[in-house]
Nanobody, 123 residues
């Protein structure tokens, strides 16, 4: 499984951005996908999770109500819509995937990672 994130940029507080994660995978393989972010000097943190079946989306409290994950399995694309951006959202954003049934919310379970895209929110 290979992933490529895109869509980052430099925006103002209150603006919106949509990140995309393009997934290349073997035919008939299912995967759970998560978005993570890492700010300078801080640990990587989970932002949100979109399971393969899409019925148990989960978001970190810091982004709940502002960020939305969606996916199109036929197109192998997952999006992270980020609204009402704040300076504290500034980070490198990564999409990551796992293909087994391990817990969704642990970073160590995600073994496929995209290269990341930078999001900078100016105050």
């Amino acid at each position: 499984v290979q992933l490529q994130a895109s869509g980052g940029g430099f925006v103002q507080t209150g603006d919106a951005l949509r990140l995309s994660c393009a997934v290349s995978r073997p035919t008939f393989s299912a995967y759970d996908l998560a978005w993570f972010r890492q700010a300078p000097g801080k640990e990587r943190q989970i932002v949100g999770v979109m399971p393969w079946r899409g019925d148990r989306r989960w978001y970190a409290d810091s982004v709940k109500g502002r960020f939305t994950i969606s996916r199109n399995n036929a197109k192998d694309t997952v999006w992270l819509q980020m609204n009402s951006l704040k300076p504290e959202d500034t980070a490198f954003y990564y999409c990551a995937a796992k293909t087994d049934s391990s817990p969704l919310y642990e970073i160590s379970n995600y073994i496929y990672w995209g290269q990341g895209t930078q999001v900078t929110v100016s105050s």
